[in-house]
């Protein structure tokens, strides 16, 4: 069953966005944010930042992400536009952050009172008022980050690590007999902070430590993901697949043979073919001119090298990017193939509930254009006590898989946040 809480909005709904004469002193998006409500996207300096809630959504139910659409071309369509930049993320945006699994499920989408935004040497502000409400102040903030020390104590989630090697055990099992082909079993960490965390300062770190990510907070969910679900620009579409990986290494020499190995390997290259071709079917519904590489090539991030492969092409029927997103979640790189099978395996044997983690999250505009990744390298933040955090990370499986050796890639991309909360 599908279902939606919707705050109300009192009109009129007023929306202007204008660029900064003085772009030049934005030295980071991420500064401008004051220590509560952050929602942040960014990438390499570039991308958006918003504080402030002038409205807020939230969808559960396997309808969520068009319930979200006809919400959200209703709050476009109620406002009262003033847009003097007209550039992807320009105007109204939204950021969203949508369950993995319809049931349970919780996604939220939140438009902000401010959003400021820079796409090059471009930097805007847009700020969003409702009724007689103004918009909180545009200026940057001037609460310090709080930059004490942290200590982070580790606990096993949702099961214990033996109990998940058996579950990636069965999996395996499955797969050898012809029941599926692959699917993706994630697992969670438990963490508890001597002291509140202070969001800004994960965000910081995450985008120092990932610059080639996508570092983002919606709503509590905070992370870096290498991995772009869609980016709608105009007619251009693109996304990014990752599937495939090895760990890092501090010795060049290592590292490189690593590299090399990743690179050989059949049951990764078999792995990463499935996530390419459920992502290039699913685009082929609504693009034409599919360019899908023959091979994938190396991402190297600071824990981990990815084989990936950039998927683009060029939109044919004007759908937005939160369909476009629909119609790909979930890939095979989060869940599996065929997805039906490979969705009643994680719902039997992963034992846990991933909430938004491996979902949609990023944000999208009027016009239909936007990012969408996959949230991936994350944190879910307890809404009631910011001690409180829940880290995932999740394994491709195939036949030929082996559980310690799952184990050792999850605890490689668990780094990523456990390194940005250690001190």
């Not at 009109?11 to 509560?36: F, G, K, N, Q, R």
Request: glycine content about 8%; proline content about 6%; overall charge negative.
């Amino acid at each position: 069953m599908s279902t939606a809480v919707v705050a109300p909005v009192a009109p009129p709904i007023s929306v202007s966005t204008t660029l900064l004469p003085e772009a030049h002193s934005v030295a980071s998006l991420l500064s401008l944010l004051p220590a509560d409500g952050a929602l942040a996207w960014v990438r390499n300096g570039d991308g958006l930042v918003g504080w402030g809630e002038a409205a807020r959504a939230e969808f559960s139910g396997p309808e969520r992400f068009s319930r979200a659409q006809r919400w959200w071309s209703a709050f476009v369509n109620d406002a009262e536009i003033d847009d003097a930049v007209c550039l992807p993320g320009t105007g109204p945006v939204a950021f969203a952050s949508f369950a993995f699994d319809p049931d349970p499920g919780h996604s939220v989408v939140v438009v902000p009172r401010v959003i400021v935004g820079r796409r090059g040497s471009s930097v805007w502000i847009t700020e969003v008022s409702a009724g007689d409400d103004e918009p909180p102040s545009p200026v940057a903030m001037s609460e310090a980050v709080d930059s004490a020390p942290l200590g982070a104590c580790y606990s096993e989630g949702s099961r214990s690590v033996d109990s998940w090697k058996v579950a990636v055990a069965s999996a395996v099992e499955r797969i050898t007999s012809g029941e599926l082909d692959k699917v993706v079993l994630a697992r969670d960490l438990d963490v508890t902070l001597d002291a509140p965390l202070d969001v800004r300062r994960l965000l910081e770190r995450l985008t120092d430590t990932y610059p080639e990510c996508w570092t983002f907070s919606v709503d509590g969910l905070v992370g870096a993901t290498p991995e772009m679900l869609v980016r709608r620009t105009g007619d251009e579409v693109t996304s990014r697949v990752l599937a495939g990986t090895i760990r890092r290494s501090e010795d060049s020499g290592k590292d490189a043979r690593l590299a090399e190995m990743l690179l050989a390997s059949d049951k990764d290259h078999e792995e990463h073919g499935y996530a390419v071709r459920s992502v290039a079917a699913a685009l082929a519904a609504h693009c034409t001119d599919l360019e899908v590489p023959a091979r994938p090539r190396l991402l190297r991030l600071a824990n981990v090298q990815h084989l990936a492969t950039d998927v683009t092409g060029q939109l044919v029927d004007g759908a937005p990017v939160l369909a476009l997103a629909a119609s790909l979640h979930p890939t095979a790189a989060v869940c599996g193939t065929p997805t039906e099978r490979a969705f009643a395996v994680i719902r039997e044997l992963e034992g846990m509930e991933r909430g938004r983690y491996a979902g949609p999250v990023g944000w999208m505009d009027g016009r239909g254009d936007g990012e969408f990744g996959i949230a991936l390298r994350c944190a879910q933040i307890d809404g009631d006590d910011a001690r409180r955090l829940r880290l995932f990370a999740g394994c491709g499986l195939v036949a030929g898989s082996e559980p310690e050796v799952e184990l050792a890639e999850s605890e490689s991309k668990l780094d990523a946040m456990r390194g940005a909360l250690s001190d």
